[in-house]
């Protein structure tokens, strides 16, 4: 199966969200068929077949998360990374200033939700 170091390594060529795509590519050929990251850490599990997983250590120390989500907000945030505008940590601030809790990422669907703290889907985006 793949492990942290290799999606570690394919993480650290990702500068904007608009490396994102070739990230998941990346990953997707380790065998990572689906992973879930929290936004107050960046901590991360990542699933494979046959009930594989690993997770990551907390990335960096805690965000503090908007009691309500803004989806018109986080939308726009969304727009300006995916656009290459913002680096990781501060797509994570952006999130957490959203209300946004965690992603979640399917490679088999190609697609990332995005959950408030409740667990309410925000925003479904295919990935392309």
Known sequence: ??????????????RSGSDFPKYIQEIKEL?????????????????GKGNFHIKSPPKYKDLTLAENSDKEKFGIN???HQ????????????CAEAGIEKWEVSLEQMTCTYYDRVGNEVLVETIK
């Open 1 to 14: 199966m793949f492990s942290l170091e290799q999606i570690e390594q394919a993480h650290d060529k990702v």
């Open 31 to 47: 065998g990572v068929i689906a992973f879930k990251t929290w936004v107050a850490d960046s901590r991360t599990e990542y699933f």
């Open 78 to 80: 969304l727009r300006i």
């Open 83 to 94: 656009q290459g505008e913002t680096d990781y940590i501060t797509f994570c601030r952006h």
